[in-house]
């Protein structure tokens, strides 16, 4: 049975930081794309980061650029989303999602939750201001 479990999430102060991981079981998912999604109250997902299968590419949404940080352990069939210069309107349920299908050199990153086909059960991050 396939899961992803994600870790890391939590209360932090404006400014904070936090590094959630997601680990997956089951299968490994080296050669596909991984990303990081997220919910908050009353709104849609919304697509966070994205890497590659070798990382060797990652794509964020503008709001976290320069502030996120998307990583990879292939060995550990783990990725992680590092956080610093945390912002109250970052408070949201954080999802780790792996690729239906492997992504070419030349394709873009998946950025879209129905190209996603294993999803983890979300972590709580929340940021007071």
């Known amino acids: 049975q396939v899961q992803l479990v994600e870790s890391g999430g939590g209360l932090v102060q404006a400014g904070g930081s936090l590094r959630l991981s997601c680990a997956a079981s089951?299968?490994?998912?080296?050669?596909?794309?991984k990303g990081w999604f997220r919910q908050a109250p009353g709104k849609e997902r919304e697509f966070v980061a994205a890497?590659?299968?070798?990382?060797?590419?990652?794509y964020y949404t503008d709001s976290v650029k320069g502030r996120f940080t998307i990583s990879r352990d292939n060995a550990k069939n783990t990725v992680y989303l590092e956080m610093v210069s945390l912002k109250p309107e970052d408070t949201a349920v954080y999802y780790c999602?792996?690729?239906?299908?492997?992504?070419?050199?030349?394709?873009?990153?998946?950025?879209?939750?129905?190209?996603?086909?294993?999803w983890g059960q979300g972590t709580q991050v929340t940021v007071s201001s």
């Open positions: 999602a792996v690729a239906r299908s492997t992504t070419a050199p030349t394709e873009p990153l998946p950025l879209y939750s129905d190209l996603y086909a294993y």
């Open positions: 089951g299968r490994t998912f080296n050669s596909l794309t």
């Open positions: 890497i590659s299968w070798n990382g060797g590419r990652t």
